[in-house]
């Protein structure tokens, strides 16, 4: 079956615009997290969705990042007034979460570069 | 607040060898640790994963153990081959559905050569 998918790929932008990024998680996925790889270093967790609901924002580095999932399923998460350091690749992944299933899928991610 | 230390950085071998990256983590409420391995450009895979009720696991030439009362755990390579070139990462979670999230908090990672 299809995998997770994020657009754009790569989007460039400067700095002071906003940004959309989108997530289409797998089909059925309940759970669906945000996270932020910057160059050469390791996953930083966002942002956690059960169904529309995020009960866990603790990782948005400031109020310029906000995120959103409807019908269960898609999710944008978006950048305002976007600054050179928000540059990096974002990976959204999704899982079933179940008791006996929490491994996370990952998307190819959205590199975004602010100049 | 929880914390992932991943060890080394970077790992040179030879083909054959055997390559073996450590990580320790503070949340003691932890149970859930998988292993991702991310190719230049890609996006992270699952290789292996474990839970805090088992104390290692195997697939093929790859394994991982679990010391819980240390809060470390490590992931073992045998017999590396060229593709197993990649940045690996090591992984922490609760994933208790009732009451957490299962955010996964992330080591590092490490770039391993495996050098023909």
């Known amino acids: 079956g299809a995998g997770v998918s994020q657009s754009p790929s790569n989007k460039v932008t400067e700095k002071g615009k906003d940004v959309e990024l989108r997530c289409d998680p797998i089909s059925g996925h309940t759970a669906l997290y945000w996270y932020r790889q910057s160059l050469g270093q390791g996953l930083e967790f966002l942002i956690y969705f059960q169904g529309n609901s995020a009960p866990d924002k603790s990782g948005l580095p400031s109020d310029r990042f906000s995120a959103e999932r409807t019908g269960g399923s898609v999710s944008t998460l978006t950048i305002q007034r976007t600054q050179q350091e928000d540059s990096a690749v974002y990976l959204c992944?999704?899982?079933?979460?179940?008791?006996?299933?929490?491994?996370?899928?990952f998307g190819p991610g959205t590199r975004l570069t602010v100049l | 607040g929880e914390n992932v230390e991943q060890h080394p950085s970077t790992l040179s071998v030879q083909e054959g060898d055997s390559a073996v990256i450590k990580c320790t983590y503070s949340?003691?409420?932890?149970?859930?640790f998988p292993w991702y391995k991310q190719e230049l450009g890609k996006r992270p895979q699952l290789i292996i994963d474990?839970?805090?009720?088992?104390g290692e696991k195997k697939d093929q030439r790859i394994a991982v153990t679990l010391n819980k009362t240390a809060k470390h755990f490590s992931l073992h390579i045998t017999e590396t081959q060229p593709e197993d070139s990649a940045v690996y990462f090591c992984a922490a979670s609760n994933v208790a559905v009732a009451s957490n999230t299962g955010k996964l908090i992330f080591g590092q990672g490490t770039t391993l050569q495996v050098k023909p």
């Open positions: 474990i839970r805090s009720n088992v």
């Open positions: 992944a999704s899982s079933p979460r179940t008791s006996g299933d929490n491994e996370q899928f």
């Open positions: 949340d003691s409420a932890s149970n859930y």
